[in-house]
């Protein structure tokens, strides 16, 4: 229900000249009291209003019943007027806009979203009507090629992109409007490319002129077509093909902060849209951009240099847009948030300054009572330079120099000047408090630490030739980072031997400058940088190579509870729809799981995880990798060869993937199953055999997951468990599986079944799987030769490959290899599945292979042995040696198996082996092992 103006005034302006008061009243009499009032404090306060309420008193006094309706009846009114006289009606209309948003907003109400998005959206409809006028001249005189003003409900290609605070709704009373005008070179022969060019060139000079040039009747809205790529050398409006080149080639940090208020506002909006979208990557870059806080700081130093607005807070004469404490710092600050971490959320790539404060502090990077505090100064500073625009239609920021002007402002909010100036002040002190801090940190030096370490100097100065040093600018902001990362290294138990390892990172890092800027504004990290190039030379050289996996820590969820893998399909699913293409998608996968592997691991590795859940998490991430990525795949592939045939494939996990635990370095075992239904070739552009059809799909996502992409490899593949090994065709059917497992399969591929489980694909298939799998197991086994075979097995093992030492968790007796060949062998006599080996155990114990104390002694071992593996794979790919440890590795692999030191962890873990060999052999050799079933 709407009301009148009248019914919501909650505020009126003071007359602060006297001598206007009785003219005010004389135009306004038809106005009730209360607008009456209102008008007479606007109009003998601002000589320019009370100009547009003598020009439109009339409109006026009709509009005030139902102010909003009014606005809508002028805009709309915009897009409806005559060629020859849409000059005239556009300034009329921009009149009358003016003056009721200005009573709104003096009266208290109008919010001031809704004042500056009445501006606004006149805004638009003015340019909308300017070119579209200036366009169909261009038509009629055949300018445009192959365009007929039929055509033009598009603007032929056209579109006008608002900038600013346009783009953002938020324009001011006296707002210049920043326009980039851009038009779609695709729809234009090469041979007329110019032609059309210097048509739409012409008409976004008429646009520009309709809208600005000033006539009797005043102007619409100054236009600035400046934002352009290139200004001074390149056309006012672009091709979009040249204007997306210059953005990813010369784009500077300035112009990714504008692009983030971009909005399509006239002519060919799609096209627009579909701009913007292109341009996303260039605007929202993928990793957690710090060093745009420098660029932005640096932007602000030149602002105030160039402006002459440094020095301290003095109220007559300053700037509240680019002063101390002004609108543009709740701005940069703000924008220069958005650019670190928009390229990661997307909900943060909000146009308007309040709507992304409010996210920001949602989202967990700003303070909530901060955003609150800068939302309500930004307010305040807008309704002041509102107020100082309405007294002469001025594009002006500046507070007056006079006491006659202050006295003039404060009579138009209503408080007398002491309270005003008071109120300025303290809002003007606050917002440059609040943001000082944040752009001068990453000036700041860091603090020299009070005894240094004496280091090794050849290392130090070796560093200057290191990829990511040789930058300017990466040198420059490392320079200022490393007093405090020495300082850290000097507090480790070994400085010289952190140094070393810090040093092998440092040399393997491609670029410096972001990873740096991360750094200086998360000094935090250090420490955990730190940490692990000294603990974990493995996951050192995979942060040397991917530094973009810090951003999770301060980014991400880093610290949270872990989702499950569930979640975390579901996560990558989402992550995985906003790419825009196939190569884009894989690359983004490999991004993500990055991300996650390394929380893992850091988890693992500082104590908050213990080893059985971080290798249950490892295998979480597979499942959600293999289970985002698998429909991916399957829709790519089925874009040339059609759907998949009958009920289509799953993804059977096997050995650790199955049972659900891998280590930092673990390979997929895996086996594709499907079901044609009798289908026999598929049903799309290029038709495929069944058969063919899930053997190209299997191998396309083994190239999905393996091939070395710009992001890397997400996992290798080892498919070598599937029916007759590497001579098996790489995707067997349901039918031939079946057929297969019962009447060909040997008793090792019964014990891998026990750890099958289908890890992506159909759910009704999977049912199926599963449900062919647990009868496949639950036929009777021969205990004789299952365990007669068990023992071979065993025996050849032990002939091919010796531990590589205590530290060799899987292979050789009593080690995890071991001790899951029994288990397995106990599922399969029991005829169950045991995906998780103390199941497996337990179920070797019901059928009587080992007894109670047996069982629990395997578990334990089993226990240790895992963490062990799960340890000293996140340590290093290779087998761990106590001479490439280094203290802190050894430190890490004691205290995850709650070991005073590495010796006496060596012997804790002979013992083990020594145990657990001893039940195996007893369990493959002695009376009970002999029994049949």
């Not at 506002?265 to 260039?282: H, I």
Request: charged share 25%; hydrophobic share 45%; net charge negative.
């Amino acid at each position: 229900m709407t009301s009148t103006l009248e019914a919501r005034v909650t505020r009126c302006p003071r007359p602060h000249d006297p001598g206007r008061v009785d003219d005010i009243k004389a135009l306004v009499g038809d106005l009730p009291p209360r607008l009456r009032e209102l008008a007479v404090g606007a109009g003998a306060s601002a000589p320019y209003l009370a100009g547009l309420l003598e020009k439109e008193r009339d409109w006026l006094a009709d509009a005030v019943a139902d102010p909003e309706a009014a606005v809508r009846a002028v805009i709309r009114g915009a897009g409806e007027l005559a060629p020859e006289g849409l000059a005239d009606g556009l300034r009329q209309g921009k009149r009358r806009v003016a003056l009721m948003a200005a009573l709104a907003d003096l009266g208290g109400a109008w919010a001031l979203e809704q004042v500056t998005g009445a501006l606004t959206d006149y805004a638009d409809a003015a340019c909308a009507a300017a070119l579209h006028a200036g366009l169909v001249v261009q038509v009629k005189r055949g300018k445009l090629p192959g365009v007929t003003l039929d055509d033009l409900g598009d603007s032929g290609g056209m579109v006008v992109l608002a900038m600013g605070k346009m783009g953002a709704h938020e324009l001011n009373y006296s707002s210049d409007i920043d326009l980039i005008c851009l038009f779609d070179e695709t729809r234009f022969d090469p041979e007329v490319f110019h032609d059309a060019r210097s048509a739409f060139v012409r008409a976004t000079r008429a646009m520009a002129a309709t809208l600005s040039d000033l006539t009797g009747q005043g102007y619409v809205f100054r236009t600035d077509l400046r934002l352009r790529p290139d200004p001074s050398v390149t056309p006012v409006c672009l091709g979009m093909e040249a204007a997306e080149r210059y953005y990813e080639s010369l784009g500077r940090t300035w112009e990714r902060a504008a692009y983030i208020k971009a909005r399509p506002c006239a002519g060919d909006v799609k096209a627009g849209e579909r701009f913007l979208a292109d341009l996303r990557p260039f605007v929202w870059r993928r990793h957690l951009d710090f060093a745009a806080i420098q660029d932005a700081h640096d932007m602000r130093l030149a602002i105030r240099e160039h402006k002459g607005l440094g020095g301290p807070i003095t109220l007559p004469g300053h700037n509240m847009k680019l002063g101390r404490g002004g609108i543009r710092e709740i701005e940069f600050f703000t924008q220069t948030r958005q650019l670190i971490a928009g390229g990661r959320d997307p909900d943060l790539r909000q146009r308007g300054t309040c709507a992304g404060l409010k996210v920001l502090a949602e989202k967990g990077w700003v303070p909530q009572e901060v955003a609150e505090t800068l939302t309500d100064h930004y307010r305040a500073h807008r309704t002041v330079e509102h107020r100082l625009q309405m007294v002469r239609d001025a594009q002006t920021h500046e507070l007056p120099g006079s006491e006659e002007g202050f006295a003039r402002l404060a009579a138009m909010m209503d408080m007398d000047v002491p309270a005003l100036e008071q109120d300025l002040h303290r809002r003007l002190s606050a917002v440059h408090e609040m943001t000082e801090g944040f752009f001068a940190a990453s000036r700041k030096g860091a603090d020299q630490p009070g005894a240094p370490h004496a280091f090794d100097s050849t290392i130090l100065d070796r560093w200057p030739s290191y990829p990511a040093l040789r930058s300017v600018r990466g040198a420059e902001i490392f320079e200022r980072l490393k007093p405090e990362l020495l300082a850290r290294l000097a507090d480790a138990a070994k400085p010289d031997e952190a140094l070393l390892a810090f040093d092998g990172f440092l040399a393997g890092l491609p670029a410096g400058v972001q990873l740096f800027s991360l750094l200086r504004a998360n000094p935090q990290l250090a420490d955990l940088l730190i940490d692990v190039v000294s603990t974990s030379p493995a996951l050192a050289a995979h942060l040397s190579r991917n530094a973009q996996v810090l951003d999770a820590v301060i980014g991400g969820d880093f610290f949270s509870d872990w989702p499950g893998a569930e979640a975390l399909g579901e996560a990558l699913s989402e992550v995985l729809a906003r790419e825009p293409d196939y190569e884009a998608r894989l690359d983004g996968t490999r991004r993500w799981a990055r991300e996650w592997h390394f929380r893992i691991g850091v988890h693992l590795l500082r104590g908050l995880t213990d080893a059985q859940t971080a290798g249950r998490q490892y295998a979480d991430l597979a499942r959600a990798v293999l289970s985002a990525l698998w429909p991916v795949v399957v829709a790519q592939f089925a874009e040339r060869y059609g759907p998949p045939p009958g009920r289509g494939a799953v993804i059977l996990g096997m050995g650790s993937l199955g049972a659900g635990r891998l280590t930092a370095t673990s390979d997929l075992d895996l086996l594709v199953i499907y079901d044609a239904q009798g289908q026999e070739t598929s049903e799309g552009p290029r038709q495929l055999a069944s058969r063919s059809y899930y053997a190209r799909l299997t191998q396309a996502m083994v190239t999905a997951m393996t091939a070395p992409m710009s992001q890397g490899k997400l996992y290798e593949i080892d498919m070598r468990l599937r029916p007759s090994g590497n001579q098996g065709p790489v995707a067997t059917s349901l039918a031939s599986f079946d057929s297969y497992q019962r009447s060909e399969a040997w008793v090792w591929e019964h014990l891998a079944l026990t750890r099958a489980d289908v890890v992506a694909g159909p759910s009704d298939l999977a049912a199926a799987v599963h449900a062919l799998r647990d009868d496949i197991l639950a036929r009777p086994t021969k205990r004789d030769r299952a365990l007669a075979e068990v023992a071979e097995m065993r025996s050849r093992i032990a002939q091919a490959k010796a531990p590589a030492g205590p530290w060799d968790a899987k292979i050789g007796p009593g080690r995890l290899q071991d001790i899951e060949l029994l288990a397995q062998a106990g599922a399969l006599l029991a005829g169950t599945t045991a995906r998780h080996i103390p199941d497996g155990l337990t179920a070797a114990c019901t059928v009587g292979l080992i007894d109670k104390q047996e069982a629990e002694t395997l578990k334990q071992a089993y226990t240790r042995c895992w963490a062990l593996q799960c340890a000293g794979r996140l340590l290093s790919a290779e087998p761990l040696g106590e001479e490439t440890l280094g203290q802190a590795g050894a430190g890490f692999l004691a205290r995850t198996l709650n070991a005073p030191d590495l010796a006496a962890l060596e012997e804790k873990i002979i013992g083990t082996y020594d145990a657990a060999a001893a039940v195996i052999d007893r369990a493959l050799s002695g009376p009970e092992g002999n029994e049949s079933a």
